[in-house]
Nanobody
């Protein structure tokens, strides 16, 4: 299984950004996909959002509810994270993760078996 995250960059507070996660080596529509983030200087990866295999069940971390939207395109083996109203505290390395059949509300990183390499999002004022 390979997960390739992309789309990070330097943006201003209030801006929008969309991250993409390209998956290969798996039957994509069997997997729950998630985004985690690791802020600078922090060791723990925290849940941002997760989405079940067909997109009808999503879960969001409290800090991003109402601002971020997770989606997926099973035909393209891609998951996305639309980030609107970015704040300084959203600065982090963002990772996509996958696990087969997992309920999206399982928010701990340890529940996910497969990880991408991360993409850096820097929000500046």
């Amino acid at each position: 299984v390979q997960l390739q995250a992309s789309g990070g960059g330097l943006v201003w507070a209030g801006d929008s950004l969309r991250l993409s996660c390209a998956a290969s080596g798996l039957i994509f529509n069997r997997y729950t996909m998630a985004w985690f983030r690791q802020p600078p200087g922090k060791e723990e990866r925290l849940i941002v959002a997760a989405i079940n295999w067909n997109g009808d069940n999503t879960y969001y971390g409290d800090l991003v509810k109402g601002r971020f939207t997770i989606s997926r395109d099973n035909a393209k083996n891609q998951a996305y994270l639309q980030m609107d109203g970015l704040k300084l505290e959203d600065t982090a390395i963002y990772y996509c993760a996958a696990n087969v059949g997992l309920d999206p509300s399982y928010e701990r990183a340890r529940f996910y078996d497969h990880w991408g390499q991360g993409t850096l999002v820097t929000v500046s004022s």
